[in-house]
């Protein structure tokens, strides 16, 4: 088991430095506790993890001696709140500004730890919230401690990387490590206050072992899965053994130390030291393998080549089995090829290898033995990169104005030095570009260059140059980020990059049919493209649904009945099937109010299709599309507000649009009213405007209209209206005009209520039959006159427009809901003294009989006769009547209730209206 430092103990370097903490000179700090070459006494060097305590006290007077006990100061250390440094009082966390009490002795203990490096960090002191008169008393800086790899216990002969260490196979070498301070006036010093540490020793060697100065195997442990062998300081300083049984010509190990858990199951080391010496274990009578090389030979970027060197006595030296771990530093492949020896040379040809993902890696080892010595081992060395950058796809994207755009994947990263010149062969005829993006996409593999327009074309075959005149390559010829020049490399063809970015011009939403929902759209394309690109493709619409969601509308791209590509290849006109997408009505724009235009949730599309990728793989690629609003305004709503009473007054009409329009042009009386017709008793009309008033969104307009006309031939409820298309000047804000197609839009709003009575009949006794009611509720229609009946009898004739109350049906349209729709009445009559003598009354419904099923369609008026009887079916007498007439006709925003009281007289004679009529 591994020993961990428990987080939350930490070494003090004293129990208590006591320091007058207010009222000295020079109260502030601002010097570089670094970097300035005689730093402030104030600055403190401390390793992670070892921590000071201080008395924090006040003085008053100042340097009186006289510390204030009990008394508040405030602590000032800006660099608190973080977990890089830590301030403490008792258990609290000590916040920049905080209030403290000092205690009984007047001190404020304040403790100091930093977790991860950090410099010229003040702690100080102030006796007022303000912090104006701080006291700097410290400025830490925390470090992480430095260790240095010696050949002796003092540390005299320090082991550096021009330090090169040979030793025989199972020979063992000491190696002494200590701390030291890595910064401030005591730098390069033994740090004594990391003095304690433990250390944790790894090796890519597995047959590299690590022994205790007693010749014992080290404890070891595994962390985050890595084999550690561990050591510990005493007084700052240890030693351990290294020693192996097998030959290794660049042993390296790395030691670590400084411990960090930042959470239970997280461990992260802080110091990280790598071994800086050339060390190499080698069998006696054995040659050493110094070096070895990969080369690519045929051009196609991929190393296929090893060029082994060997130092040391090669006479009666046999090499057998190669193997090699090149790219990956993984597993080793046997080499099964064919090998020569010249001297101290070996070169593998036929070497089977992979472009690496990042920098290249592994060994290459062989196995060797003397005839001479009888010795025999297993040899190893790094493999060092030595190929040369080569192109591996090349795609063309034509651009739009003067030049076109190749891009180049390569087999390594490229020097980005370069930028321009003539560094390509375009079919073996030298081809200048200029790199416009080193790195697409983060890729530091693959570069855009910008080229001519039309001079460089698909199926042409581009490779590197390798030599160049200075004045056509100012750059240089194009060589890798790793040194490695440009030498053999294959011509690789140009192909179509297949990116056919979408010109978003001709992107639109259209409402054809003039209905207020979005039924179709146009997708256009730079290129061409066929219909078996349909195939592969994936267009999505992003729109709005009837319930204020995000509808994403995919349709099938194959389906001729719903998409049709242009003879050109370059638009594609897609029609939206209604009945499969719920397409919210009354949209016909896009909504940007209060919206990020970057995070449009609709109003937008997406083209998914194949694209050949740089590095040459076809991958499924998405565009955004930017859409236009190709859609007309039209009439969402109306509500009428009827006079019933007095001919002078004018009726308001409220017009709202499907989107908001541009009211500029239509604060014009007579241009506005030019904009609509009205259907009013079957003729379609126009209706002028005494006043408007627009909302200030542009989406509805206030009209004042008919004041002086007389109320029974106004626009009522249940009427039309429509654009007029040819005087209509509406504009939605992006210019759209109206669409000819635009559909009449029914009229809705509250009811009016036109009454009329007569104030005097004559009794005909002799037509009165007993048998018949005291009144009556008579349905006559709206064209039919009553003046005849009206002289000859008393009531109440009513002319009523009904209210519109809308609902929606099963697919959402709006449909009137006539059983929400009536009203109700009430007759009474009383002599002139009061009495009562009779009274009626009556609920009905649009939907009611009397109107055939519908009061919008079949029109009516209501006659509400008094027969001049009483309640009990008694003839009244000549005289003076009152009468009380109470109506209310429901449906709309408001109920319609008024009271008439109607004075009526009745005198004997002829003339009078018989029951039976």
Not at 475 to 480: E, Q, V
Not at 654 to 665: L, M, Q
Not at 782 to 798: F, N, T, W
Request: glycine share 10%.
């Amino acid at each position: 088991m591994l020993a961990k430092r428990q987080n939350g103990l930490f070494l003090f370097v004293s129990t208590l430095l006591l320091m007058a903490a207010w009222g000295f000179a020079g109260v502030n700090y601002s010097g570089d506790c670094i970097n300035d070459a005689k730093p402030d006494s104030r600055c403190v060097y401390l390793p992670l993890d070892v921590g000071q305590m201080i008395g924090l006290y006040v003085e008053d007077p100042p340097k009186s001696g006289n510390r204030l006990k009990n008394a508040p100061l405030y602590v000032y250390a800006p660099n608190a709140g973080s977990d890089t440094i830590v301030f403490t009082v008792g258990s609290d966390v000590v916040a920049n500004g905080q209030m403290f009490t000092s205690d009984n002795n007047g001190y404020v203990v304040t403790g100091v730890t930093g977790h991860w490096t950090v410099s010229n960090a003040p702690l100080g002191v102030s006796v007022n919230s303000s912090m104006q008169d701080v006291n700097v008393i410290y400025v830490y800086n925390f470090y992480v401690p430095e260790f240095q790899f010696c050949e002796d216990a003092d540390c005299k002969e320090v082991i550096s990387d021009i330090s090169n260490i040979q030793l025989n196979v199972g020979d063992t070498l000491p190696v002494y490590v200590q701390s030291v301070i890595p910064l401030g006036p005591s730098k390069g010093k033994l740090d004594t206050l990391a003095k304690d540490l433990q250390y944790f020793l790894s090796s890519k060697h597995e047959d590299l072992k690590f022994l205790t100065p007693a010749k014992t195997p080290m404890g070891h442990g595994t962390i985050n899965g890595t084999k550690y062998y561990i050591g510990q300081l005493s007084e700052s300083r240890s030693s351990f053994l290294v020693t192996s049984d097998k030959a290794i010509s660049d042993v390296n190990f790395t030691l670590e130390s400084s411990i960090y858990n930042p959470k239970p199951d997280s461990t992260v080391f802080r110091v990280k030291e790598e071994f800086p010496g050339n060390l190499q274990f080698v069998n006696y009578g054995l040659p050493s393998l110094d070096s070895a090389f990969i080369y690519d030979t045929d051009g196609d970027g991929v190393g296929d080549s090893i060029a082994a060197y060997f130092n040391g006595q090669m006479n009666g030296v046999s090499l057998e089995n190669f193997q090699y771990n090149w790219p990956t530093g993984g597993d080793y492949t046997d080499f099964s090829g064919d090998f020569t020896l010249d001297g101290h040379l070996a070169e593998l040809t036929g070497v089977k290898t992979t472009i690496p993902d990042g920098d290249g890696q592994g060994n290459l080892k062989v196995d060797v033995s003397s005839t001479v010595s009888g010795a025999n081992g297993n040899l190893s060395t790094a493999i060092q990169d030595r190929i040369g950058p080569v192109i591996q796809t090349a795609t063309l994207e034509p651009g739009d104005g003067d030049y076109d755009y190749v891009i180049l994947s390569f087999n390594k990263p490229l020097d980005t030095s370069w930028t321009s010149g003539s560094g390509f062969l375009l079919d073996g005829i030298p081809l200048s570009m200029t790199a416009v993006e080193k790195g697409v996409d983060g890729n530091d593999r693959i570069w855009k260059f910008k080229v001519p327009k039309n001079s460089v074309q698909v199926g042409g075959e581009l490779e590197l140059a390798t030599s160049c005149a200075k004045d056509k390559c100012p750059d240089g010829l194009i060589k890798a980020a790793d040194g490695n020049k440009t030498g053999k490399n294959n011509p690789v063809k140009i192909t179509n990059s297949g990116k056919n970015y979408v010109d978003d011009e001709r992107n639109g939403f259209y409402d054809k049919n003039g209905d207020g929902r979005m039924d179709s759209a146009t997708v256009a394309f730079k290129e061409p493209i066929s219909k078996k690109d349909l195939e592969d493709m994936e267009v999505v619409l992003y729109w709005m649904d009837n319930q204020g969601n995000v509808l994403e509308i995919k349709p099938d791209l194959t389906d001729t009945n719903f998409v049709k590509l242009s003879k050109d290849g370059l638009v594609l006109s897609i029609t939206v099937d209604t009945t499969k997408f719920d397409v919210r009505r009354m949209l016909t724009y896009v909504d940007t109010a209060g919206i990020d235009v970057d995070s449009l949730k609709y109003g937008f599309a997406k083209v998914t299709k194949p694209v050949v990728q740089a590095d040459g793989i076809t991958k499924m690629e998405t565009y955004d599309c930017t859409m236009h609003d190709r859609m007309s305004p039209v009439i969402s709503g109306t509500f009428l507000e009827p006079e019933s009473f007095q001919k002078m007054e004018a009726d308001v009409l409220t017009i709202s649009f499907s989107e908001p329009v541009d009211k500029k042009a239509l604060e014009d009386l007579t241009a506005l009213s030019d904009c609509f017709k009205f259907k009013v008793d079957g003729e379609w009309v126009s209706i002028p405007f005494s006043s408007l008033e627009w909302s200030k969104d542009g989406k509805s307009v206030k009209l004042h209209l008919e004041n002086g006309v007389p109320l029974a031939e106004r626009l009522n409820p249940a009427d039309s209206i429509k654009f007029d298309f040819d005087k209509a000047k509406i504009t939605d804000l992006d210019g759209n005009g109206v669409s000819p197609n635009s559909q009449p839009t029914m009229v809705k709003g509250d009811p009016r209520v036109l009454m009329q009575s007569t104030s005097l009949a004559s009794l005909d006794r002799a037509v009165l039959l007993a048998d018949k009611a005291a009144f009556t509720e008579r349905f006559v229609n709206a064209d039919e006159p009553m003046d005849e009946e009206m002289k000859k009898s008393l009531g109440v004739l009513m002319d009523i427009s009904f209210a519109t109350v809308m609902g929606e049906d099963s697919t959402g349209v709006s449909q009137m809901n006539l059983d929400d729709v009536g009203l109700s009445w009430e007759l009474k009559v009383f002599t002139n003294l009061g009495a009562y003598v009779g009274g009626a009354s009556n609920k009905i419904k649009c939907s009611d009989k009397a109107f055939e099923g519908n009061c919008f369609e079949h029109a009516k008026k209501m006659y509400v006769r008094w027969n001049m009887r009483s309640s009990e079916g008694r003839k009244v007498g000549v005289g003076v009547y009152v009468a009380q007439f109470k109506i209310n006709v429901y449906g709309a925003k408001d109920n319609f209730k008024v009271e008439r009281i109607y004075n009526w007289g009745i005198r004997a004679g002829k003339g009078g209206m018989s029951l039976g009529d």
